[in-house]
């Protein structure tokens, strides 16, 4: 009975690098939410995809920011040329019901 | 603009007392409401929602009040347990959920013994 499972837990990547989080929902759920987290703030949405379909992405950052979930395989968020301010705590969510189901989040550091 | 304002970072209560964690909202789109609790290094664990359509909702210790016309919903935890102590987020949504959440910065619930 897995839940929303993310990985890495912990990501370090410095300055200018490319870092690829992933998120596998639950079984059965078609629909995947990425949500950052800064220090000492709540949880900001970023994008909601469907299988090969973005459906929002107002929250995401216009550049640099990236995010897909192909047919086969997980959602992957992709942050190109990271910065210091991309350093959080990154979170998908599976499930268009009440109580959407989050995973344990990366939390990316930015050196 | 933060449309979901939760406006006290801390909250500690006694063990066995009630806790009120309160939310206020400012986008009357919100239509669809959700309580979050968190432990450190962990995700959002979802505990209660409720319906703009109700103004009360209740899931045995848990209870979510909504006052549609003030913009303001609050959680009451009675007993309250140490099990409580935790990062609670208050979230709001549009089209009954289908939209992505819009969180508060959250409160932290300390229960002391």
């Known amino acids: 009975n897995a839940g929303v499972m993310q990985n890495p837990r912990h990501l370090v990547r410095r300055r200018g690098q490319e870092a690829r989080l992933r998120c596998s929902p639950m079984k059965g759920h078609s629909h995947v939410y990425w949500y950052r987290q800064l220090p000492e703030e709540g949880l900001k949405f970023m994008v909601y995809l469907q299988k090969e379909n973005i459906i929002d992405e107002s929250g995401m950052p216009k550049e640099r920011f990236s995010a897909e979930f192909p047919k086969e395989g997980p959602s992957i968020l992709r942050i190109q040329q990271v910065v210091r301010g991309d350093s959080a705590a990154y979170f998908c969510?599976?499930?268009?019901?009440?109580?959407?189901?989050f995973g344990s989040g990366t939390r990316l550091t930015v050196v | 603009d933060q449309q979901v304002k939760q406006n006290s970072p801390s909250l500690s209560v006694q063990e066995g007392r009630i806790s009120i964690l309160n939310c206020d909202y400012t986008?009357?789109?919100?239509?669809?409401f959700l309580w979050y609790k968190k432990y450190p290094a962990e995700g959002p664990t979802f505990l209660i929602s409720?319906?703009?359509?109700?103004d009360k909702n209740e899931d045995g210790r848990f209870t979510v009040f909504l006052n549609k016309s003030a913009k303001h919903l609050s959680l009451h935890i009675v007993p309250s347990q140490p099990g409580d102590s935790a990062v609670y987020f208050c979230a709001a949504s549009r089209r009954g959920g289908a939209d992505g959440l819009t969180f508060g910065k959250g409160t932290h619930l300390i229960i002391q013994p």
């Open positions: 986008n009357s789109m919100f239509d669809y």
């Open positions: 409720i319906s703009s359509i109700k």
């Open positions: 969510a599976s499930g268009r019901d009440y109580g959407y189901t």
